[in-house]
């Protein structure tokens, strides 16, 4: 994407390698259970929610939520809570557009599951259609990794059940865990959601335990938006947690800089900031050009020593993924970056 045209930070096609198509088949597989119909059905009839399992209550950034029955008609608001509710089984009716991209298009790991029959856009990023909401007649709004504000949660409460951002986390900053547990409990799936959360800690695993001196190394992510201009990220941002649980960390001098924002925007003359074992830099060729010849790139170590790392946003869709860092977009994202990690010696 060219400068100018960036995603907004989250403050506010290629083919799906062998790999990754199997992680997301075993992914669904495991959102559907392993028991019968009649041992995992609801007086619902959903065969995917366990016996017993409504009314359910789920707490949240503004106080709690009870859900009394299996919901039918899901929106989604949060700008990946979808792949998650796809992995456990449930294709959302609604769903909000981020990256200019709709809700379902390209991205390898989720569109298989949407299938044929795609939500509709009810807005974009924190910018919601109630209208559009409203029409659609949900029985479960989820807004998880998103920055909904207390008024937006009070009008889409009067149309259906709704279930914010997870409690005692900044917006936008709640583990990608936490967020599939919170979804996972309002859908009467909180079993489901622990294997799938379990599945893909194991996949984390398995890379420290083949990568054991990537622990305790300092990693920083950030993206060049135009010339001499780039946004670094949060700790606690899904890109930068990605690779924490790979074994990485981030540097005080970068944890500083963020202080309690998920996003910095600085200049050129702060690239200090961006000093680590590995620097990450999300974009396209052309900020990747920009960048390299910055003058005062040129100078930093991490250059100089061949330590940075360029991912594209899409073609593969390498930067997306670890933006979604979701059940389902994670096991696409380990495949892709892990041998570009490796290559740096």
């Given at each position: 994407?060219?400068?100018?045209?960036?995603?907004?930070?989250?403050?506010?096609?290629?083919?799906?390698?062998?790999?990754?198509?199997?992680?997301?088949?075993?992914?669904?597989?495991?959102?559907?259970?392993?028991?019968?119909?009649?041992?995992?059905?609801?007086?619902?009839?959903?065969?995917?929610?366990?016996?017993?399992?409504?009314?359910?209550t789920?707490?949240?950034?503004?106080?709690?939520?009870?859900?009394?029955?299996?919901?039918?008609?899901?929106?989604?608001?949060?700008?990946?809570?979808q792949?998650?509710?796809?992995?456990?089984?449930?294709?959302?009716?609604?769903?909000?557009?981020?990256?200019?991209?709709?809700?379902?298009?390209?991205?390898?790991?989720?569109?298989?599951?949407?299938?044929?029959?795609?939500?509709?856009?009810?807005?974009?990023?924190?910018?919601?259609?109630?209208?559009?909401?409203?029409?659609?007649?949900?029985?479960?709004?989820i807004?998880?990794?998103?920055?909904?504000?207390?008024?937006?949660?009070?009008?889409?409460?009067?149309?259906?059940?709704?279930?914010?951002?997870?409690?005692?986390?900044?917006?936008?900053?709640?583990?990608?865990?936490?967020?599939?547990?919170?979804?996972?409990?309002?859908?009467?799936?909180?079993a489901?959601?622990?294997?799938?959360?379990?599945?893909?800690?194991?996949?984390?695993?398995?890379v420290?335990?083949?990568?054991p001196?990537?622990?305790?190394k300092?990693?920083t992510?950030?993206?060049?938006?135009?010339?001499?201009k780039?946004?670094?990220?949060?700790?606690?941002?899904?890109?930068?947690?990605?690779?924490?649980?790979?074994?990485?960390?981030?540097?005080?001098?970068?944890?500083?800089?963020?202080?309690?924002?998920?996003?910095?925007?600085?200049?050129?003359?702060?690239?200090?900031?961006?000093?680590?074992?590995?620097?990450?830099?999300?974009?396209?060729?052309?900020?990747?050009?920009?960048m390299?010849?910055?003058?005062?790139?040129?100078?930093?170590?991490?250059?100089?020593?061949?330590?940075?790392?360029?991912?594209?946003?899409?073609?593969?869709?390498?930067?997306?993924?670890?933006?979604?860092?979701?059940?389902?977009?994670?096991?696409y994202?380990?495949?892709?970056?892990?041998?570009?990690?490796?290559?740096?010696?």
């Amino acid at each position: 994407m060219p400068f100018g045209t960036r995603p907004a930070p989250t403050r506010f096609t290629g083919l799906l390698p062998r790999v990754a198509v199997a992680a997301a088949a075993a992914l669904a597989l495991t959102a559907c259970g392993g028991g019968s119909d009649t041992d995992k059905a609801d007086k619902s009839g959903d065969p995917g929610a366990a016996a017993g399992a409504f009314p359910v209550t789920v707490e949240h950034k503004y106080g709690s939520t009870t859900i009394t029955a299996q919901p039918k008609k899901v929106v989604t608001l949060g700008l990946s809570d979808q792949d998650a509710v796809l992995a456990l089984g449930v294709k959302p009716v609604g769903a909000v557009d981020w990256f200019k991209e709709q809700p379902y298009g390209k991205w390898p790991w989720a569109k298989d599951l949407w299938g044929s029959t795609p939500p509709q856009v009810v807005g974009e990023r924190d910018e919601y259609n109630m209208e559009k909401i409203a029409a659609l007649k949900p029985d479960l709004i989820i807004a998880q990794y998103s920055g909904m504000k207390k008024e937006q949660y009070d009008t889409l409460s009067k149309i259906a059940k709704v279930v914010a951002q997870p409690k005692g986390s900044e917006d936008y900053q709640a583990t990608w865990q936490v967020m599939t547990r919170q979804i996972g409990k309002a859908l009467g799936k909180g079993a489901e959601s622990d294997e799938l959360i379990a599945g893909i800690d194991a996949r984390f695993k398995a890379v420290r335990d083949k990568h054991p001196e990537w622990k305790g190394k300092t990693v920083t992510v950030g993206e060049p938006y135009e010339p001499g201009k780039f946004s670094a990220f949060s700790p606690k941002d899904p890109k930068v947690i990605f690779l924490s649980e790979m074994g990485f960390t981030t540097p005080e001098a970068y944890r500083t800089a963020l202080g309690k924002e998920n996003v910095a925007d600085l200049s050129s003359e702060r690239l200090d900031v961006m000093e680590a074992d590995r620097t990450v830099w999300l974009g396209n060729a052309e900020t990747e050009a920009a960048m390299k010849a910055d003058p005062l790139y040129q100078k930093t170590k991490v250059y100089r020593e061949k330590r940075d790392l360029f991912l594209p946003y899409d073609s593969p869709d390498i930067g997306a993924a670890l933006s979604f860092n979701t059940v389902l977009s994670i096991p696409y994202a380990i495949a892709q970056v892990v041998p570009k990690l490796e290559a740096i010696k």
